[in-house]
């Protein structure tokens, strides 16, 4: 579904229950579902300023669009993949159980 079908899934249900619960639940909800919205965009943010750094060795944005959009050259779409990817790994917390595995 992705994160939009996800989000009008989860508001249509919110609505169609929201009869049934109570006014603290709804506005908790209504939180949660901004707080939702937020890290969406600061992800789209923080994965734009990778792709431009990457940008930086090797030519791979064609046009910075607007601030949440690039056009990217399509050629260059894997090793682009492939750089978030081994920079998500580097960046993830790794417990000293899952240094022994």
Do not use: C, M
């Amino acid at each position: 579904l992705g994160f939009v079908g996800i989000s009008f899934l989860a508001a249509f249900k919110f609505r169609h229950y929201a009869e049934k619960i109570s006014p603290n639940t709804i506005i908790k909800a209504q939180r949660v579902i901004k707080w939702l919205k937020r890290s969406e965009e600061q992800l789209l943010n923080a994965v734009k300023q990778v792709i431009i750094s990457l940008d930086k060795n090797e030519k791979v944005i064609i046009e910075d669009l607007d601030d949440k959009h690039l056009l990217i050259d399509s050629a260059r779409v894997d090793y682009i993949k492939k750089e978030v990817e081994k920079l998500l790994e580097e960046n993830t917390y790794k417990s000293e159980l899952d240094r022994t595995l």
